[in-house]
């Protein structure tokens, strides 16, 4: 099962995703860190830039990834109950 | 309205440079989250799903125009144009920037407001009646007491680690408007045998994972002894409390397990050693901090009779309205649950508008209600109109105070990292579907948590709905026979759980079998159900 990382942007809290070469707010840049996930958060933690460091488990969907719990997935998009300010990672109403 | 005197806003304008300090070492990396966390959550600043949240102290659900103006301020400047009121009589902020909230902060401070214990295993946000100095059955004003407490609590070196987070609620009124009977420490204000002004004194209710009513552990307590009273139970509660499971630390369990009469006597034990020390400020004081909430002068021949000849204003007022104390007036209560919108939230705008309406014609004074809505409380009734017809252009004249689509929900799984499942599209969802027969339901208190610590209240809900967790995906329990009034009951689980679709169902099923079952339209929904029980519910649901 493919695996992101994701944590928080320290300064504003943003949720961002590991893209392989830097951080993205949008979940479709991430990459599959699978294996290399545990790596890569004991490299990022004691930068102390990014807080909550997170493996989380996703399936792959059309023009990128839909992770597998409903947490995830609001955290992906936004609030389910205001589109207005929802990311394009899915549609609100896939959540 | 309570003005903050010197030490209070020195109090507060030291804790803005604290914290901008704290913010400055932390953004340089100077010191790490993990030693910053616990300062941030000291200031009400956690980090959601989505972004960094605020939790903003409203004391006593108090506020004047000038505050909300700058709550309205607030979210437009630093998040995205609406706050959220909580089941706490506080604000949140959803969208808040680590980088910003000194600067956010430092304008809290303008207008003598922050931020500070709303988090944290200290004593929270005092809360209280929403009607406190314009309810007709009230004893007294009890927000001086609570504005004591406030003062008695904030920064107290003896309680700012407490085994867990500690709340307080205080009313004048035998009619239970601010849910004492599920705090950890629940005061109401009654008149001693010689008609004197005193406090019953409820101590270890509350929700959450192990929901229970408080216990009397003091008919009468003089108010001349009052601050010291609560010393001793917040001493008794920190020595013996438990710190080995946060499950098992809040002060309802210490109570349940000594057993009421043990837990007093250790508190009156401990006050008798106390009292002796002086703890207790002057009658003055109380007296200097009452004078501040001097109720506006109310003309006493305003008219009582108003054209209520638009049937939609009739209505409003027939249902969003209280008698006022005082003839020819009326306490006000806006609604922030119009069908399909987000319980408790309210836009920069609306806020502005309701400031501008209480400057106008309500004292200059609103309220916020555990409810998630927000009260003028002194109106005269020939302004009701003028007032309905601002309300309506906002989209804030819905009149459905206590009834089912007047639900109570907090943030859930859209926001908050501590939830199970997301309780606003449920809300939502039954509002829609409840608001056309609502009318004919009468009170109807619904209520809907998104995990067991109980934020939107759901013990207390005539329905309750908890959102658990099934494997990763929302599943909802459905709960009957819960008040958080002066009837207060714990509401229980009626059977297994449901899926979103479901658990709407399930309401509609029970809500259609009450009204087979009633006695009568003015029966309510609780009343029918403390009557039958639930086993005619639970066949209606689940055959």
Request: hydrophobic fraction near 40%.
């Amino acid at each position: 099962m493919p695996r992101l990382l994701t944590g928080n942007r320290l300064e504003t809290g943003d949720v961002i995703w590991w893209t392989g070469d830097g951080w993205s707010l949008h979940l479709n840049d991430a990459v599959a860190v699978d294996d290399g996930g545990e790596a890569l958060i004991a490299q990022f933690s004691p930068q102390e830039r990014i807080n909550d460091l997170a493996l989380i488990d996703v399936d792959p969907a059309p023009g990128g990834w839909r992770p597998r719990t409903t947490r995830e997935r609001v955290r992906a998009v936004g609030p389910s109950v205001r589109p207005d300010f929802a990311l394009p990672s899915l549609p609100v109403d896939a959540i | 309205m309570y003005r903050y005197d010197e030490y209070d806003q020195a109090i507060v304008d030291a804790r803005v440079a604290e914290f901008r300090d704290q913010v400055a070492r932390r953004l340089n990396n100077e010191i790490s989250e993990e030693a910053f966390k616990p300062l941030r959550l000291m200031n009400g600043l956690y980090l959601q799903l989505h972004a960094y949240m605020l939790r903003v102290a409203i004391p006593y659900g108090t506020l004047d125009s000038r505050q909300l103006r700058m709550l309205a301020h607030i979210a437009r400047r630093y998040d995205r144009g609406y706050g959220h009121f909580t089941t706490r009589q506080n604000i949140q902020y959803n969208w808040i920037k680590l980088e910003e909230t000194p600067d956010l902060l430092a304008d809290l401070a303008s207008v003598e407001m922050h931020a500070f214990q709303t988090s944290g295993n200290c004593i929270r946000n005092i809360s209280s009646d929403q009607f406190a100095a314009a309810a007709a059955d009230e004893i007294a004003d009890p927000r001086p007491y609570a504005e004591l407490l406030r003062q008695w609590s904030t920064l107290h070196p003896e309680f700012s680690f407490l085994p867990r987070k500690f709340k307080i609620a205080v009313t004048g009124s035998a009619t239970d408007r601010a849910a004492i009977q599920l705090h950890d420490i629940g005061l109401q204000l009654v008149h001693g045998p010689g008609g004197e002004i005193g406090l019953k004194v409820l101590v270890g209710g509350g929700m959450g994972r192990t929901p229970m009513l408080a216990h009397v552990i003091r008919e009468f307590l003089p108010v001349a002894d009052y601050l010291g009273y609560m010393e001793a139970i917040l001493r008794v509660y920190n020595r013996h409390g438990r710190r080995d499971n946060i499950y098992k630390a809040r002060i309802k369990i210490l109570v349940n397990d000594l057993g009421p009469a043990e837990f007093a006597a250790q508190v009156e034990a401990e006050w008798a050693q106390l009292k002796p020390l002086g703890l207790d400020p002057p009658p003055s004081e109380l007296a200097r901090i009452a004078a501040h909430f001097a109720p506006p002068v109310l003309a006493a021949d305003a008219p009582v009779d108003i054209d209520l000849s638009n049937p939609e204003f009739a209505n409003w007022v027939a249902v969003n309205t209280h008698p006022h104390k005082v003839p020819g007036h009326a306490i006000v209560t806006i609604s922030l649950k119009a069908p399909g919108e987000i319980p408790g939230d309210a836009s920069a705008d609306q806020m502005d508008l309701i400031a501008d309406l209480a400057q106008a014609h309500a004292g200059d004074e609103i309220r916020v209600t555990h409810a998630q809505n927000l009260v003028l409380p002194h109106v005269r009734r020939d302004a009701l109109f003028t007032i309905w017809q601002a309300l309506h252009a906002a989209g804030l004249a819905t009149a459905n105070l206590d009834r089912a689509s007047d639900i109570i929900s907090c943030p859930g799984l859209d926001y908050c990292t501590l939830a199970n499942a997301r309780s606003i599209p449920i809300a939502q969802k039954l509002a829609v579907r409840l608001a056309r027969q609502e009318a004919d339901l009468g009170e109807l208190k619904i209520k809907i948590s998104g995990c067991i610590n109980g934020c939107g209240h759901h013990h207390a809900g005539h329905v309750g709905i908890l959102g658990v967790d099934r494997k990763g995906e929302e599943n909802y329990q459905l709960l009957l026979g819960g008040s958080g009034a002066e009837d207060a009951s714990l509401a229980r689980i009626l059977g297994p759980g449901f899926d979103e679709d479901g658990i709407v169902a399930a309401v509609d099923k029970v809500i259609g079998r009450y009204m087979t079952l009633r006695a009568g339209p003015d029966e309510r929904f609780l009343d029918t159900y403390r009557r039958v029980g639930a086993e005619p519910f639970k066949e209606a649901v689940y055959g």
